[in-house]
């Protein structure tokens, strides 16, 4: 079982940037993909970027590449998501999730707001 927190959410105007953080304890923490999803409202949810559990290899969503990047810390057991350039469309819920997949899905956060405002 892995436990996952998210952080760092928050209002951001246009063109501006956040770093979220999500947090990973439980069984082999470190040995899972990594990945953040999205929800809009009325939206489903969405995959945004993930990244394997040595680093090396990271995945993106077309709309973020070049805006976003995904990294982790498996000494703090954390993976971050660092959103440059943020767009109103990029409003949403973001989550975060653990698994064996490049998309993953076995875990999930309670999920964190981040808002953009035009």
């Known amino acids: 079982q892995v436990q996952l927190v998210e952080s760092g959410g928050g209002l951001v105007q246009a063109g501006g940037s956040l770093r979220l953080s999500c947090a990973a304890s439980?069984?082999?923490?470190?040995?899972?993909?990594m990945g953040w999803f999205r929800q809009a409202p009325g939206k489903e949810r969405e995959f945004v970027a993930s990244i394997s559990w040595s680093g090396r290899t990271t995945d993106y969503t077309d709309s973020v590449k070049g805006r976003f990047t995904i990294s982790r810390d498996n000494a703090k057991n954390t993976v971050y998501l660092q959103m440059n350039s943020l767009k109103p469309e990029d409003t949403a819920v973001y989550y975060c999730?653990?698994?064996?997949?490049?998309?993953?899905?076995?875990?999930w956060g309670q999920g964190t707001q981040v808002t953009v405002s035009s």
């Open positions: 439980g069984r082999a923490a470190d040995s899972y993909y």
């Open positions: 999730a653990a698994g064996r997949t490049r998309t993953p899905s076995a875990y």
